[in-house]
């Protein structure tokens, strides 16, 4: 099993551009999630999903938008990028529920200028 | 008050010492406990999780006192390849709505394992 991937891994963008980043699990995973990770800040919680067809907003939505139209992939897109939006971004996945075991990607680490 | 809170150190121990790390969490009503730990640059991995009667996985062990709210991790003979960001998780509901349950982490722990 690959686990949990995404991709890419790097990216920089102009503030106002808007993309997509990339999340996929095969271990049939119900809960995915996107986090970010900010120095001093710790993990947040952007946008969460219980299963295809469902998702739900976290702590730090805002700027943000996702998708689950299959049970593997759990695309995260940012729809005007702005500075502030410069972080580190974890997908992860886990069996059932959002308090079981989380399985993390390796990261997409973005910069707007 | 934060919801989970640790000490972000760096704790710079010497190799073959025991550290022990506390982490506190504001809400009574958390049922899952974990730690996580974070290499640099990657993405974090369970440790272990924490039961209420404390736990042990070799060198390390984990305690819950869910009456003071706060979680430990000990871990003994410490070895270089130790060193790493210790993240303290527990649940949280996801919003006042009654939301999935979901994962509240800390900001991490620091440690360095000196040779």
């Known amino acids: 099993n690959a686990g949990v991937t995404q991709t890419p891994k790097f990216q920089v963008l102009k503030t106002g551009q808007s993309m997509t980043l990339q999340c996929a699990q095969d271990?049939?995973?119900?809960?995915m999630s996107w986090y970010r990770q900010d120095p001093g800040m710790g993990l947040r919680l952007i946008h969460y999903?219980?299963?295809?067809?469902?998702?739900d907003q976290g702590e730090v939505p805002n700027g943000y938008n996702v998708s689950r139209s299959t049970t593997e992939d759990f695309p995260l897109r940012l729809l005007s990028a702005a500075p502030s939006q410069t972080s580190v971004y974890f997908c992860?996945?886990?069996?059932?529920?959002?308090?079981?075991?989380?399985?993390f990607g390796p990261g997409t680490r973005l910069t707007v200028l | 008050r934060k919801e989970v809170e640790q000490d972000p150190g760096p704790f710079n121990v010497p190799e073959g010492a025991t550290v022990a790390f506390n982490c506190t969490y504001s809400n009574s009503a958390s049922q899952s406990f974990f730690w996580y730990r974070q290499d640099c640059r990657k993405e974090p991995k369970l440790l272990m999780s924490v039961y209420s009667s404390g736990n042990e996985d070799g060198r390390f062990t984990a305690q819950l006192n869910r009456a003071s709210q706060y979680i430990s991790l000990l871990i003994r003979d410490s070895k270089l390849s130790d060193s790493a960001t210790y993240l303290c998780?527990?649940?949280?509901?996801?919003?006042?709505?009654?939301?999935?349950?979901?994962?509240?982490f800390g900001k991490g722990t620091h440690l360095i394992i000196q040779p």
């Open positions: 271990m049939n995973h119900e809960y």
């Open positions: 992860a996945s886990s069996l059932w529920t959002g308090d079981n075991e989380q399985f």
């Open positions: 999903s219980v299963g295809a067809g469902i998702t």
């Open positions: 998780v527990v649940n949280t509901r996801q919003n006042s709505g009654g939301g999935a349950d979901g994962l509240t």
